[in-house]
């Protein structure tokens, strides 16, 4: 402990001295690199294989860009297919991914933790490490993330003291929950073998802040074993715990430039940010700069324009924009929210959200690509295979039209190469522009183009390489960009593009005029002074050009339109070599035994390929078939995967046969609530006030998830005229009334949360005997602690209940009871766990259970013809045949109108894959994962409809796939289901 403290003292006594010296400390450390050496690592002093400097980290001594993604486990319930989307992530050239860990996810009860099944975490770094993916671990404890309580486990709600604050209290609970993760991390860590290179503390406290906490968790963290350098995720450029008290190894920000308002996609915020390098110099320029999340898409909320829109919004000309922005301004570690966005199945959202997470993302909800997926591709491969990229400090280059085009230059300390960003000053341009730059290099001073024209097409941002040594080759310029580049034995290889019909030039040093280009008409050359200029307009497809004699190998340069370049992948088969082919929609691996390689990947379609490959390679496999190639010229080869049609069956919903059973017997005031528990608490820690007593909060009574009862009684009285509602839950929450098993109304929360009830129909028995009110609250889960202000403490159930026209109301004049899910926080099903059911008489009866013996229930159709007040139960049984070596994620989807208010909760074999506003969406196709649905064999599906209105018909719902791939997709083992049986015991 001693140790420990000095070491406290120490670092914090070194935050103060290098506050003051930041700027000194740059400028040597680009004075020494200019002079031919490197950089002085710094390190946490706890390990070296993770190292810093100024421009990058650096582990096990490499430097690297770390291009990382957000991966959420939670949002995918079936640990089988993480190999699958982590695949993805490597064969996109991420070589990093954050996990955030969900303290609520795995602990239903304070003392209470599981990491088995879907909840085991080590299945996620295995996948991690398997695909060869750094791990950035971000545990909270608060992580916010659009969850229910922002991470925090439903049970923190009755914590006395303030969340993430420096109390006993609170630090005991803290504790608790780290104890139980950090194992995990500490063991995974890449002292230790494993993928952890980063760990983060807590999660954009930027409000409220409090130093000793941040350093109470450093400090835990460092009591569990964790050495890898921390860092923190600020809440833009603010400035927050980058030092003193409570600072990480490597402080950062995250960034959401277009916002989360998809409604109007394409009228991007002119808000790219400028000054971050200014920033970072008087900050924390000792470390590299870090943006721990950069907006990958964005969130889209109840009644939202639907996640299409969102995409739109944040789509690939965004993130050419945006993300080479963040490289000109000196990014060099990059972590982007969301790659994989997922589903926030059961009741684990925050109520902005509804279940789908999409997010917008480069790799959608069920698993496929996007354009915007592959533009990431390019962005990382030129990124990781142009090694001097990483090493700049920016100058100011000399361009026309700088009024309308922003050029950002960006130099090399090592080595004379230089880098020119290209981009509209108004980032939402839609123009076209001609530009031209001055570029300063060994090989003589340019204007480029020099007889073409280079242009930014709109939405667009470039970077422009001159003066860079790659391979054999020295490349003078070129103004169009690099994808990679690859020795391939005996000649080098480079991949340039640009937008279709735009010009291009390529220049390199060549010795002699003896130079051969073999090329087709639509390239020009022409060498002068040593230097070979290629000129030509990039094509829809890929155009290839042999260039021999003038250098030390010979060259292959493959100019691509941007659709074309889209589908090239570079696929490592090695630490220092890669392969590329063309064509496929996914490649996951390739690897070499003696002269062939194997790939894997996936199709959508018979594709065409062509293949750059090693001198020594001469044949190929596709999934472990071969693949009969053509060698062309110049080591190029040509072929041709076939898409072979499978046969995939699932049934038709239509003609299945549905089983009814009206589910809401706690309206009928005859039904016995003698097991709920009595509402009889006279405080809460909730932070909503209250109107009346008793409190009716049903959280302070241990039910948290889903839909909520609350049955009050009262005794008849001439003097009663009504009774006083006011409802109180999250975004989209509606509520239901029912009096002596009469229909009263149902309300949204937004515009109905306090409701009078003076015309009662009669229904009010006024002599003597009891009256019974029952209300179905259907909630969508609690609010976050952004402003670390307990806000996560807002109730849900309702805070005012009395009747109207009594003179002399007592503390409380309805006796009440509360029902949630069975058990409440002893759960009756802790494999699916905390927040799969809430409190409707199905759910605590397992009616959404596969083998619940619904042969007694009515036989019924869907679509519904008839209408049903209150609950209504449906149930299914489906079969799926998907083939071995295909992928095809299922969906099922709801078509009806929106003039009925309806909620319904979709179980697919006992899950909670969704929850549907009939009259809110924009929601109405819901993914269902491979694990949880067996496809090669039956399924149980049910369906709990809500009536917001007196009465609802379920329309129509179809079972049907996204797409359809032939496909390397992992095995996928079956989750867990237990079925009703294992209930009853």
């Known amino acids: 402990?001693?140790?420990?403290?000095?070491?406290?003292?120490?670092?914090?006594?070194?935050?103060?001295?290098?506050?003051?010296?930041?700027?000194?400390?740059?400028q040597n450390l680009a004075r020494r690199q200019n002079e031919g050496g490197n950089s002085t690592d710094l390190t946490n002093g706890l390990t070296d294989l993770v190292s810093w400097d100024t421009y990058t980290v650096k582990v096990q001594g490499e430097r690297l860009f770390l291009f990382s993604g957000e991966f959420h486990y939670y949002r995918l319930p079936s640990p089988g297919l993480w190999l699958d989307i982590l695949q993805k992530f490597k064969a996109l050239d991420y070589n990093g991914v954050s996990f955030y860990f969900f303290w609520g996810y795995h602990s239903p009860k304070k003392g209470v933790y599981d990491f088995e099944g879907i909840r085991d975490v080590q299945k996620a770094f295995d996948a991690a490490a398997e695909v060869g993916l750094h791990v950035i671990t971000r545990a909270g404890p608060y992580i916010n993330s659009e969850l229910d309580c922002g991470g925090f486990p439903s049970w923190l709600m009755d914590m006395h003291s303030p969340a993430r604050k420096y109390n006993p209290e609170n630090n005991a609970n803290t504790e608790e929950w780290l104890t139980a993760i950090d194992k995990y991390m500490a063991a995974n860590q890449i002292t230790e073998g494993g993928p952890v290179i980063m760990n983060q503390l807590d999660n954009e406290f930027s409000f409220n802040t409090d130093p000793h906490y941040m350093e109470h968790l450093k400090q835990k963290f460092l009591d569990d074993g964790m050495v890898v350098p921390t860092i923190f995720n600020d809440v833009g450029t603010n400035g927050n715990f980058a030092r003193g008290e409570g600072a990480p190894d490597i402080y950062g920000w995250d960034r959401y430039p277009a916002g989360f308002?998809?409604?109007?996609?394409?009228?991007?915020?002119?808000?790219?940010?400028?000054?971050?390098?200014?920033?970072?110099?008087?900050?924390?320029?000792?470390?590299?700069?870090?943006?721990?999340?950069?907006?990958?898409?964005?969130?889209?909320?109840?009644?939202?324009?639907?996640?299409?829109?969102?995409?739109?919004?944040?789509?690939?000309?965004?993130?050419?924009?945006?993300?080479?922005?963040?490289?000109?301004?000196?990014?060099?570690?990059?972590?982007?929210?969301?790659?994989?966005g997922g589903t926030s199945w059961g009741g684990i959202p925050k109520p902005t959200v509804y279940t789908s997470y999409d997010y917008g993302?480069?790799?959608?909800?069920?698993?496929?690509?996007?354009?915007?997926?592959y533009e990431n591709k390019l962005q990382a491969t030129f990124l990781h295979t142009v090694k001097p990229f990483l090493t700049t400090e920016r100058f100011e280059p000399e361009s026309d039209n700088s009024d309308i085009i922003l050029i950002d230059g960006l130099a090399d300390v090592n080595t004379p190469t230089k880098f020119y960003v290209a981009q509209h000053w108004l980032s939402k341009s839609e123009d076209l522009d001609e530009f031209h730059i001055k570029i300063e290099t060994t090989d003589g001073n340019f204007e480029i183009p020099r007889s073409s024209k280079l242009v930014l097409n709109g939405r667009d941002a470039k970077i422009l390489t001159t003066d860079f040594d790659f391979n054999s080759q020295h490349l003078v310029y070129s103004t169009s960009e690099i994808f990679t580049h690859q020795d391939m034995g005996s000649h080098d290889v480079i991949v340039v593009y640009a937008y279709e019909e735009e010009d291009g030039e390529f220049a390199i040093k060549v010795n002699g005029d003896d130079t051969q280009v073999e090329a087709d008409d639509s390239v020009t050359s022409e060498t002068a002074d040593g230097i070979l200029q290629l000129t030509y307009k990039h094509p829809s497809g890929t155009t290839p050009v042999y260039i021999s004699?003038?250098?030390?190998?010979?060259?292959?340069?493959?100019?691509?339109?941007?659709?074309?370049?889209?589908?090239?992948?570079?696929?490592?088969?090695?630490?220092?070599?890669?392969?590329?082919?063309?064509?496929?929609?996914?490649?996951?691996?390739?690897?070499?035994?003696?002269?062939?390689?194997?790939?894997?990947?996936?199709?959508?379609?018979?594709?065409?390929?062509?293949?750059?490959?090693?001198?020594?390679?001469?044949?190929?496999?596709?999934?472990?078939?071969?693949?009969?190639?053509?060698?062309g010229e110049h080591g190029i080869w040509t072929g041709t995967l076939e898409f072979t049609e499978p046969d995939i069956q699932y049934t038709d919903l239509q003609e299945a046969t549905w089983k009814y059973s009206p589910g809401s017997p706690e309206a009928d005031p005859e039904f016995d609530d003698s097991e709920w528990v009595t509402a009889d608490h006279l405080s809460?820690?909730?932070?909503?006030?209250?109107?009346?007593?008793?409190?009716?909060?049903?959280?302070?009574?241990?039910f948290h998830t889903g839909v909520l009862w609350f049955r009050g009684t009262f005794n008849g009285s001439s003097e009663i005229t009504g009774f006083n509602l006011t409802a109180h839950s999250g975004d989209a929450s509606a509520w239901v009334a029912w009096l002596n098993g009469e229909y009263l109304g149902g309300f949204d929360i937004e515009n109905n949360a306090n409701h009078a009830f003076t015309d009662l129909n009669g229904t009010l028995i006024d002599a003597e005997g009891e009256n019974v009110i029952s209300l179905l609250l259907w909630t969508t889960g609690h609010e976050d602690d952004f402003n670390a202000d307990?806000?996560?403490?807002?109730?849900?159930?309702?805070?005012?209940?009395?009747?109207?026209?009594?003179?002399?109301?007592?503390?409380?004049?309805?006796?009440?009871?509360?029902?949630?899910?069975?058990?409440?926080?002893?759960?009756?099903?802790?494999?699916?766990?905390?927040?799969?059911?809430?409190?409707?008489?199905?759910?605590?009866?397992?009616?959404?259970?596969?083998?619940?013996?619904?042969?007694?229930?009515?036989?019924a159709s869907i679509p519904e013809s008839n209408s049903r007040t209150g609950v209504s139960w449906y149930r299914t049984s489906f079969e799926v045949n998907i083939p071995d070596g295909y992928d095809a994620p299922l969906s099922l989807r709801y078509i009806d109108d929106s003039k009925t208010r309806y909620r319904t909760i979709l179980y697919v074999n006992g899950w909670n894959m969704g929850r549907y506003a009939n009259d809110l969406g924009p929601q109405t196709q819901y993914y269902l994962p491979k694990g949880i649905v067996n496809t090669q064999?039956?399924?149980?599906?049910?369906?709990?409809?809500?009536?917001?209105?007196?009465?609802?018909?379920?329309?129509?719902?179809?079972?049907?796939?996204?797409?359809?791939?032939?496909?390397?997709?992992?095995?996928?083992?079956?989750?867990?289901?237990?079925?009703?049986?294992?209930?009853?015991?």
């Open 684 to 702: 809460t820690n909730s932070t909503t006030p209250h109107d009346t007593w008793p409190i009716l909060y049903a959280d302070d009574y241990g």
């Open 361 to 373: 993302a480069a790799i959608t909800e069920p698993g496929l690509m996007t354009t915007k997926a």
């Open 261 to 340: 308002d998809c409604s109007n996609p394409l009228a991007w915020p002119n808000n790219r940010s400028t000054d971050w390098r200014d920033y970072h110099e008087r900050t924390n320029d000792e470390q590299p700069m870090a943006v721990y999340e950069f907006q990958g898409g964005a969130f889209d909320p109840w009644g939202g324009p639907g996640y299409p829109e969102c995409y739109k919004m944040v789509n690939e000309q965004y993130a050419k924009v945006y993300y080479k922005n963040n490289y000109a301004q000196g990014i060099r570690i990059q972590n982007l929210y969301m790659t994989y």
């Open 549 to 631: 004699g003038g250098t030390e190998k010979d060259l292959l340069v493959l100019i691509a339109g941007y659709r074309s370049a889209l589908r090239w992948w570079a696929t490592p088969i090695n630490k220092d070599t890669r392969v590329l082919i063309h064509g496929p929609y996914l490649v996951r691996t390739a690897s070499v035994s003696e002269s062939s390689i194997a790939f894997t990947g996936d199709i959508d379609e018979t594709t065409a390929i062509q293949v750059v490959l090693p001198d020594d390679i001469t044949s190929m496999t596709w999934n472990g078939e071969q693949v009969q190639l053509e060698q």
């Open 1 to 26: 402990m001693l140790l420990k403290g000095a070491l406290t003292s120490i670092s914090l006594a070194i935050a103060a001295v290098t506050s003051v010296i930041a700027v000194p400390i740059r």
């Open 937 to 985: 064999g039956e399924n149980t599906l049910a369906i709990a409809v809500i009536a917001i209105d007196e009465a609802a018909q379920l329309g129509q719902v179809i079972l049907e796939p996204y797409d359809v791939l032939q496909s390397a997709i992992p095995p996928v083992e079956l989750v867990e289901s237990p079925g009703y049986d294992a209930r009853q015991q």
């Open 790 to 859: 307990d806000d996560y403490k807002q109730a849900r159930g309702f805070t005012q209940a009395e009747l109207l026209g009594v003179s002399n109301q007592t503390i409380w004049s309805i006796d009440w009871k509360v029902q949630g899910n069975l058990g409440g926080e002893d759960l009756a099903d802790p494999v699916r766990g905390p927040y799969n059911e809430g409190g409707l008489y199905g759910e605590r009866n397992g009616w959404h259970l596969p083998g619940f013996p619904d042969n007694e229930w009515e036989d």
